[in-house]
């Protein structure tokens, strides 16, 4: 697999440092691949995240959220020995990320049959929403005045 030095990019190139940030973070995570996961639009400005996390229970699971990460953390608290004659369900322990746009938030977090399903939405403050504005009428007196001032 190729890697990429962006050390160029950080020298001439100024308030793109998130960007950058998440193209060697895509970098690096892709090898990583367990736990397997979904990501789908329920509609506009809802999301699910789907990951298959077998082996696991809930309380073995921590979802964190801060700003625009949402980490997924399990730790595997099967502390019984037990002799296995093949062991395919990988019992280790995993640390997901997930970077998230503006104004994404994680609503809610299900555990159902070994998929952990997140529940996102996008709700955009109502002073960020775009709003039409009124374009108001002035008295033709005004203008015509402020044209005379200016030619004299």
Same mark, same amino acid.
């Given at each position: 697999?190729?890697?990429?030095?962006?050390?160029?990019?950080?020298?001439? *190139? %100024?308030?793109?440092?998130?960007?950058?940030?998440?193209?060697?973070?895509?970098?690096?995570?892709?090898? #990583?691949?367990?736990?397997?996961?979904? /990501?789908?639009?329920?509609?506009?400005?809802?999301?699910? /995240?789907?990951?298959?996390?077998?082996?696991?229970?809930?309380?073995? %699971? #921590?979802?964190?959220?801060?700003?625009?990460?949402?980490?997924?953390?399990?730790?595997?608290?099967? !502390?019984?020995?037990?002799?296995?004659?093949?062991?395919? %369900?990988?019992?280790?322990?995993? !640390?997901?990320?997930? *970077?998230?746009?503006?104004?994404?938030? #994680?609503?809610?977090?299900?555990?159902?049959?070994?998929?952990?399903? %997140?529940?996102?939405?996008?709700?955009?403050?109502?002073?960020? !929403?775009?709003?039409?504005?009124?374009?108001?009428?002035?008295?033709?007196?005004?203008?015509?005045?402020?044209?005379?001032?200016?030619?004299?």
């Amino acid at each position: 697999m190729r890697t990429y030095d962006f050390a160029p990019l950080w020298r001439s *190139s %100024i308030g793109f440092d998130r960007l950058f940030d998440l193209a060697e973070t895509a970098q690096r995570a892709s090898d #990583v691949n367990y736990p397997p996961y979904n /990501i789908e639009r329920l509609a506009d400005d809802r999301y699910q /995240i789907s990951l298959a996390v077998a082996g696991f229970s809930p309380e073995d %699971i #921590v979802i964190t959220a801060e700003q625009n990460v949402v980490t997924v953390e399990g730790r595997n608290s099967d !502390k019984t020995e037990r002799d296995f004659f093949y062991r395919g %369900i990988p019992a280790r322990g995993f !640390k997901r990320q997930f *970077s998230l746009a503006e104004y994404v938030e #994680v609503k809610s977090a299900a555990f159902d049959n070994g998929l952990l399903t %997140i529940e996102l939405v996008r709700e955009i403050p109502e002073a960020m !929403k775009p709003r039409r504005i009124a374009i108001g009428h002035s008295p033709s007196g005004s203008v015509r005045r402020l044209e005379t001032k200016a030619a004299a």
